[in-house]
């Protein structure tokens, strides 16, 4: 197996992109991810596109075609990857497969999502979770996350104000990014009293409805010199499943799926948690932020809360988490999300994150999660390759 290297990055903006088609924004990001690599579209071997539904949020099935011609890329092989939220996560971990086995050795992952050109997206989103037995008896997302939170706030004594710190944090770094949806901060007080959605889970609480995209491409290692002076190394990429429903799970308060997935990339990358700078998270809710951070093992379980509120995962605390701004505040276009979380632990180990910059970053993990954690894609980028 090859050593495997990011030689290419980029993102659209996030947010609602009304002059902007689905082809448009991933056109958009592919361009500027070949740029960013000082590549030609000949260059490239094959592309990996992370879409969860397409076909319910615009009607357009067969997306790796479509993209393959609007990008200028065809004949290529392009394949879309679906694992709901996961979906721009696993599409990034086929494209690092298909380099590190030798098949292929300039590949494409990108990911997009149009999910402001429906009336109700709720619909589109349930289509994550378990078809018969949550979202046809009325489950939304909102309501499932909210019954993690409730008994994590049960058992571990967890307080509102901690679940809503993580709203606050990812706030206060998206409105460093350009490229956030929501470049404004905002306050625990305003998170408690916004929206009701799913006690005890408010508006402020919840990412919100996003369009956008974003593309990376990848190399063998040996051979990421050619294309940049500033090479960011895979690790570590790894995949897990849990149950899809989240009643047949044994606990509400940890996602199995990241758990079996972290400690399977920690022992690839020889690294641990405390090696981590910074992590970019899936909090598609605050809890899930919360929840994610014990996962990965940087704080004990139940301790999470009370990292929150002591400040442990600012930029400048003992990891910086969702600098970015997470799903939160840079948005969730859902099958952009996993590339994007990668792209922006690139950017920040390249130095190029400008006023969200984490000072002397050497090594960064992301976690993607497809609806309650029925899937969790997670991968380790550092500057060194060893």
Not at 55 to 75: D, M, R
Not at 126 to 132: C, F, L, N, T, V
Not at 252 to 268: E, G, H, N, Q, V
Not at 345 to 373: F, H, P, Y
């Amino acid at each position: 197996m090859r050593d495997v290297a990011i030689v290419g990055v980029s993102q659209t903006k996030f947010g609602e992109l009304w002059e902007k088609s689905f082809r448009d924004l991933v056109v958009e990001a592919g361009i500027d991810a070949i740029r960013d690599a000082n590549m030609n579209g000949e260059d490239i071997d094959a592309m990996y596109i992370g879409n969860m539904t397409g076909g319910l949020f615009v009607g357009q099935e067969h997306i790796g075609s479509l993209i393959a011609e609007h990008s200028g890329l065809t004949p290529i092989p392009a394949t879309r990857v679906e694992a709901a939220c996961a979906s721009g996560g696993l599409a990034l971990r086929q494209a690092i497969m298909a380099v590190a086995s030798g098949y292929y050795d300039r590949v494409m992952a990108a990911g997009v999502e149009k999910m402001t050109d429906v009336v109700d997206a709720t619909p589109a989103i349930a289509a994550a979770a378990d078809r018969e037995w949550e979202a046809q008896q009325g489950v939304t997302f909102p309501s499932l996350y909210a019954m993690m939170a409730k008994r994590h706030m049960y058992e571990y004594g967890t307080t509102r104000e901690q679940i809503a710190g993580f709203a606050v944090l990812g706030h206060k770094n998206g409105a460093l990014n350009p490229k956030a949806q929501f470049q404004r901060e905002i306050s625990v007080d305003a998170v408690l009293n916004s929206t009701k959605v799913a006690s005890p889970l408010n508006i402020l609480d919840c990412s919100p409805v996003s369009d956008g995209a974003a593309a990376i491409i990848v190399c063998p290692a040996d051979e990421a010199h050619k294309y940049t002076d500033t090479p960011i190394y895979i690790r570590a990429s790894t995949q897990a499943s849990a149950t899809i429903s989240l009643h047949n799970r044994k606990s509400l308060t940890t996602i199995p799926s990241t758990i079996f997935a972290a400690k399977k990339a920690y022992d690839m990358a020889n690294l641990t948690p405390k090696d981590m700078d910074m992590a970019e998270v899936h909090d598609c809710f605050s809890i899930n932020g919360l929840i994610a951070i014990e996962d990965l093992g940087f704080f004990e379980k139940g301790k999470g809360g009370q990292a929150i509120e002591d400040g442990l995962i600012e930029r400048d605390g003992d990891i910086a988490v969702n600098p970015s701004g997470g799903l939160k505040a840079r948005g969730h276009p859902l099958g952009a999300t996993g590339i994007a979380q990668a792209a922006e632990i690139t950017w920040q180990l390249r130095q190029e994150a400008g006023k969200r910059q984490v000072s002397d970053a050497t090594s960064g993990i992301t976690l993607n999660i497809g609806g309650t954690g029925g899937t969790a894609a997670i991968h380790i980028l550092s500057v060194d390759r060893k």
